[in-house]
Nanobody, 124 residues
Framework: HVQLVESGGGSVQAGGSLRLSCAAS????????MGWFRQAPGKEREGVAS???????IYANSAKGRFTISKDSAKNTLYLQMSSLKPEDTAMYYC???????????????????WGQGTQVTVS
């Protein structure tokens, strides 16, 4: 049974930083492609960053230069370090995992099988 649990969200002022964590169980972070997504009220879920099985990363244009996605194999955890936060970054943030046979990264939500429950980020 795969479980992804996000944490680290909260309220921060514009220009501040947050680090989101996604602890996995029943799923090996280091051998799967994973991603971070966000969804603001009234908007569609969008991809923010993704890291493939072998470590290559991709970012949405809105996240480039400000967000960093990474994995910690020992802790079986995915991270999203966010800096220079803007009010438009306010959203529910979700981590997600791709299936075993999909080694590459993607910012497309339908390509992910496993989802966490989300953690709220509010930037004022």
């Amino acid at each position: 049974h795969v479980q992804l649990v996000e944490s680290g969200g909260g309220s921060v002022q514009a220009g501040g930083s947050l680090r989101l964590s996604c602890a996995a169980s029943g799923y090996v972070v280091s051998t799967h492609s994973m991603g971070w997504f966000r969804q603001a009220p009234g908007k569609e879920r969008e991809g923010v960053a993704s890291i493939e099985r072998y470590g290559a990363t991709i970012y949405a244009n809105s996240a480039k230069g400000r967000f960093t996605i990474s994995k910690d194999s020992a802790k079986n955890t995915l991270y999203l370090q966010m800096s220079s936060l803007k009010p438009e970054d306010t959203a529910m943030y979700y981590c997600a995992g791709r299936p075993d046979y999909e080694p590459f990264s993607s910012l497309s939500p339908p390509r992910y099988n496993y989802w966490g429950q989300g953690t709220q980020v509010t930037v004022s």
